[in-house]
């Protein structure tokens, strides 16, 4: 059997390469081409010299370079520069975003003697890059009825859009400017009953049936969308703080709102097994009690022993934070408006080869969690132990890569008794945190939604919560969050932890060929940066 590319070793150690290079380049190159760059310092002149050098070039002592096998060999390898990483270890501000610059179009236009409606001149790109960032409410209430035909009342307030029916039947806004619409839309400067009227109130964004809700009060409300025509087969779900309750920055999100918002998967999630399982439901049309969900949760997990079902797997996502690029790229995410996703995976799909009337088989249907599942078996194979117990033993057993004793360790952010948030050893995002599930109240493996009881679920949303503060604390403002759950039933791994990665996109690191083959390069190690998560912790 190949042996698998992890650093995790049943030693309780974490293992990883280190190169120290030393090397020489034969010179190939025939001609020079020596010119002027300018002037050093506004005196001496500059010139390309050093490009241009002449014979073989011995290179002693290039950057160590520390190779770190991913934990889980399908995602790659991680690289840290000890250059890099030795400076961000000497100095924790280099592990860090700066705050959002104070962007004022009006205030300019204004102070040049220039009319405001000098936007309406300007071309579409400069108005997205404005969209994207100004903090002038002035501004994105100019870009947003630039963008769109807002109704207002006699105060001239916004109450509405005009809309027309598209040929096919459809009901859409009149756009005029559909990017510019998307990009002021999400800005969290524009005035909220802007943001109400063009993407929040229900029905702005289209007719997606809303099919549950938590709360309706000053303290918290969300509500729970069905995208029934799904990217994802059989529909999907998203849980989306609702427009009386704007939540478009991390640091207004509550213990409250996370907690409804992670209520509404638990209980879809819980309703549609139960309905699979035979088991009885509550009649009322309304939102299921905490109280009444765990004693549904506790009648599947019973089922799942007895009643021979397929194994489905659940599917959660969160991208939180929106940006559009000038050149028209989007960068992330639907809406700034914070909402999650969800959805049930299958056991298995039918095949096809051609002729899509008459399946010739079945696959297994797709899910990240297997992924894990099937690195656990490979692993005791190997070395005839539990992956997840070596791995957490590694976390806890930790030393830094530098060999220093008078830095941080530890890569653990935050823990309890159920959950615990850390830094993974390889980062396959320059800021990637995970969040794993412990054990519950009976000390078994928590292992997918159905096997956590209700104080699990606690400590995984207050450890989800805590990922998004510590991001944001840093200056994070795009975040990508997965859930990598194990199989439901009989034919879930024994063993399998279930796992939250929180994967933060930074402005300098868009992702390119290195990472497209899984080669991910970090500037700092990983004990630095679980140093100043828990920095950020500590302020919040």
Known sequence: MTKIRSCVTSDKFFLYGLHKPAYAVLNLRTDQRIERLGSLDGESSLDNHGNFPDGTLIIDKADWIFEIPNPFPFKGTTFIDQEWADASAADYRRIGLPPREHVSMSKILKKAGVSSSFLTQLPSSVLLALATCSTDPQDLVQLAEISCEIEKDEDGAPVGLQYRQKKNGRIRPVFHNHALFEAVANNVYLPDSYKKVMVLRPGAQGGSEIVGEWGNDDESHVFEYLRRNSY?????????MAD????????????????????????????????????DLPVKQ??????????????????TTTQEISSPATLWGWNFG??????????????????????MIPETVAAYAGDPLNPCGELPAFGCGDMVAEVMRHYRAQNGSDFF?????????????????????????????????FVPKAQTSQWELQLIAMKDGQGNVVGNIVEADSATRASLDKGILLAQKALAGLGARMVTSIEYPKRIGKKGEPGQHLLYAFLPRLPQSPGAFSEAQLRFINGHYPEDFAAVCRQQLAKT
């Open 232 to 240: 994802i087969p059989g529909g999907h779900y998203a849980a989306n």
């Open 244 to 279: 009386d309750a704007v939540r478009y920055s991390i640091n207004d999100l509550s213990p409250s709102d996370m907690r409804g918002l992670r209520h509404l998967y638990y209980q879809r999630t819980y309703i549609r097994l139960a309905e699979q399982f035979g088991i």
């Open 286 to 303: 309304e939102t299921v009690l905490p109280e009444e969900l765990e004693k549904i949760r506790l009648q599947i997990l019973l089922a």
């Open 322 to 343: 929106f940006d559009y690029a000038s050149s028209g790229y989007r960068l992330h995410a639907s809406h700034q408006q914070i909402h999650q996703q969800y959805a």
């Open 389 to 421: 117990e070596d791995y957490i033993a590694c976390i806890y057993n930790n030393r830094r890569m530098d060999g220093r004793d008078d830095r941080e360790s530890s890569l653990v952010v935050w823990e309890d008794e159920h959950a615990m948030l």
